[in-house]
């Protein structure tokens, strides 16, 4: 198992958001978590990722072993727990390269091996840049300032592909994305799937899972998951929407 | 710490929790002045306090000519009269100036620090003043093939290298002493030229009581091979620091000079009132560049440096530039506007400046562009970091006479805050009276925030290393503008003045 969430509550400004949820990952899957706004879908992407506006109140996450709630945010990055983030961050006068330098070398500490200089570095970011079909550019420029929004969620997509992560949580990647833009992240995130390397994509709308086809689909709402189910799942839901399923539940 | 770990426990039993709860954390932790050690030597201290007897007594104590007595008397005399200034953006007690020290040298042996105006070659330096600047990094063994130094230690110069190898370009690098009484010509034709002793209280003090300073000459035509470099040391308690600078740049030549300043930890407020004046010659260039890292003072830099300084540069000949670059982390109080007067045609000033404050430190400093030459450009580009609870003001005049046709000024202001405790305030002064002037304004506040720091983490980034990468991101533009070395002490320099922000 490599993530196994048991009955995990929590509270931004007492209040309580997630209220007993409970989740296993296994090594090479893709789950989606689904749900109607408000539901707590962002708010379990960042306690996961270790965000300190929220407060762990219940339950346990273990980690590939660990206790993952015990761990500061960069520890669990450096752990293999990558965040793409809904609205990605801009930091000007820090480059790309400047910046994903350091992430990788900070995690390649993490797993024994020696940092890679500025020349290292540049080969590795090409790999990934063709592998991805990013601009040339992407590197020199400032993280995601003047990035239009499509082009920060692959940024983040890009970050992914350099860190090798173990699992990967999307939270609501494909929000402000046009067609084009969600076919060309969902692209990239297809292209780092592997057998060893599990996927969290927590979305409002089943239309991203068109292109990254999850292994299962979990329906959360009011903080827990209340429906579990495959693929079939999100297409009910795009064809009924939340609100039968959310019936089901106050009504058992 | 204890008391910090005090301070935090009662936050939490508050409930008081800000979204910068954690950056503020951070700051509270201890602060590392690398260069807070002292030099123990056999000093001759004047005793404490100013009057005109003291003036004398330094005059008498160089040897000085009577027409530098004169100067200081009417300086002095002058001063007696004005009222401290405190219209900058800092609070601080009025000072009283009887309890300070106006003069304070390492003794070397027999003769009493007179020595260098004696017959017989170079003086030898004293061994633990050379320490102190050994320790410093400074290389006053002449033995770095970059740059030639005067290193001053309190109020004398100890050691100026590489002055043959100058001397043959008819470059001409000493202490203000020694060019007293080498150079007099030169020194009574531009002294008080661009600052005059009655410029203002700090400038009148300084030309009272002026200790030792740097004096650079560049022949025309002639392009300085390397850099010239002034290191300033204060050492001894409660002694103020008058230093003088004279920098002149005949027709056509160029020089890269560089200052950089440091003292020991103390617990009582040192003075620093220096005033430089450079002078640039028809189609001549200075490049200026500081690195100013006096003590800051203790948590509430209690004990640290005043840092009142008065910088000017006159681009006296058509086509000549004078730049400015500094960077700013050190001193309780800094109080200082290098600024150029752009009096020939086509003549260019610019003013790249870095200033960082942490704790408490408060710093009101920016520049004054002069135009009066046609044609005539300025650049200013004002990096304000704020840290801790400190404040941190720009304040500017860019000022177009109306000969001044065709006059442009570009300013950019970027403020930057790192907590929630700090200050940063911006105050542009624009006067115009040229209608053919351009003038560009632009002025940014950014603040580092919990979302790019998380961001950072959220890569494997620890906190520290997400600091100082945004800060060095920053102030990129005008690091590029210091020469190498200083370039990079400074990135050295930032980190260290952010350790009490980035632990």
């Not at chain 1, 929000?175 to 057998?195: E, F, H, K, M, W």
């Not at chain 2, 007594?57 to 027409?67: R, T, V």
């Amino acid at each position: 198992m490599l993530l196994k969430v048991e009955n995990l509550q929590a509270e931004i400004e007492e209040k309580q958001i997630l209220k007993g949820l409970n989740l296993e990952v296994k090594p090479g899957e893709v789950h989606a978590i689904m749900g109607p706004n408000g539901a707590g879908k962002s708010t379990l992407a960042s306690v996961l990722a270790g965000r300190e506006d929220y407060e762990v109140t219940g339950g346990e996450v273990e980690f590939n072993g660990e206790d993952l709630l015990d761990l500061d945010p960069e520890e669990r990055a450096r752990k293999g727990l990558f965040l793409a983030f809904q609205y990605p961050v801009e930091i000007p006068g820090v480059s790309n390269k400047l910046f994903m330098q350091t992430a990788v070398n900070a995690m390649r500490e993490e797993r024994g091996l020696a940092p890679l200089d500025m020349f290292d570095f540049d080969e590795y970011a090409k790999e990934k840049i063709e592998l991805l079909d990013m601009r040339a550019d992407l590197l020199e420029r400032s993280v995601n300032v003047g990035f239009s929004g499509g082009e920060k969620k692959r940024n983040d997509i890009f970050q992914m592909a350099l860190l090798e992560p173990k699992l990967c949580i999307m939270d609501e990647t494909d929000s402000g994305l046009d067609i084009d833009a969600l076919r060309q992240v969902a692209n990239g995130v297809n292209a780092l799937r592997s057998d060893e390397r599990s996927f969290i994509v927590v979305t409002h709308y089943q239309r991203l899972l068109d292109y990254i086809k999850p292994d299962h689909v979990h329906v959360l709402y009011d903080g827990r998951i209340i429906k579990s189910g495959g693929f079939e799942l999100a297409l009910e839901l795009e064809e009924n929407g939340y609100d039968e399923i959310v019936q089901q539940y106050k009504n058992a | 710490m204890a008391e910090a770990n005090q301070m935090l426990d009662l936050t939490r039993q508050g409930q008081v929790e800000s979204e910068y709860e954690e950056i503020n954390e951070i700051l509270k932790k201890k602060f590392n002045y690398r260069e807070g050690f002292e030099t123990r030597t056999q000093v001759e201290t004047f005793e404490k306090g100013i009057n005109e007897e003291v003036v004398r007594a330094i005059s008498a104590k160089k040897n000085e000519p009577e027409w530098m007595l004169e100067f200081r008397l009417k300086a002095f005399r002058h001063w007696e009269k004005m009222r401290e200034p405190h219209w900058a953006k800092a609070k601080y007690e009025p000072l009283d100036y009887q309890d300070y020290s106006y003069y304070s040298a390492p003794e070397c042996g027999s003769c009493g620090g007179a020595c260098s105006t004696e017959e017989g070659g170079e003086p030898e330096i004293d061994p633990e003043v050379a320490k102190a600047f050994a320790e410093l990094g400074v290389p006053i063994a002449g033995d770095d093939a970059n740059v030639a130094v005067d290193a001053i230690f309190d109020s004398i110069s100890v050691s100026t290298t590489k002055r043959e190898e100058l001397a043959k370009y008819g470059i001409i690098f000493c202490s203000f002493s020694e060019a007293v009484q080498d150079h007099p010509e030169l020194v009574q034709k531009y002294l008080g030229t661009v600052v005059p002793y009655h410029d203002n209280y700090f400038a009148a003090l300084n030309s009272a009581v002026a200790s030792d300073g740097t004096f650079v000459y560049i022949p025309e035509n002639v392009r300085c091979p390397i850099d010239l470099s002034t290191y300033f040391r204060i050492n001894e308690a409660k002694t103020g620091q008058f230093e003088r600078t004279i920098l002149i740049a005949e027709k056509g030549s160029y020089v890269s000079y560089l200052e950089g300043c440091s003292a020991p930890v103390r617990d009582t407020y040192q003075l620093h009132a220096a005033v430089v004046e450079v002078i640039v010659h028809e189609d001549a260039e200075v490049k200026y560049s500081t690195v100013q890292n006096w003590y800051p003072g203790d948590e509430d830099c209690e004990g640290g440096i005043l840092n009142f300084v008065t910088k000017r540069g006159i681009c006296e000949g058509k086509n000549s530039k004078l730049s400015w670059t500094q960077a700013e982390t050190g001193s309780a109080i800094t109080w200082k506007y290098p600024s150029c007067i752009l009096k020939g045609d086509n003549s260019i000033g610019e003013f790249y400046s870095v200033a960082l404050t942490n704790r408490r430190q408060q710093a009101d400093t920016g520049t004054k562009m002069i135009h009066i030459g046609k044609n005539t450009r300025s650049t200013i580009i004002s990096k304000g970091l704020s840290a801790g609870k400190s404040d941190n003001t720009y304040r500017g005049e860019v000022k177009i006479m109306p000969s001044a046709e065709g006059a442009r000024n570009f300013t950019q202001c970027d403020s930057m805050l790192i907590g929630d405790q700090c200050g940063a305030h911006t105050f542009p002064y624009i006067e115009v009276e040229n209608s053919t002037a351009q003038i560009e304004h632009e002025a940014t506040t950014s603040r580092i925030g919990e979302d790019q720091l998380f961001y950072c983490q959220q890569r494997g980034i620890s906190e520290q290393d997400a600091i100082s990468m945004i800060v060095n991101g920053f102030c990129k533009e005008v690091f590029s503008e210091l020469p190498l070395e200083f370039a990079q002490e400074a990135e050295e320099l930032l980190a260290i003045s952010l350790e009490g922000s980035v632990g």
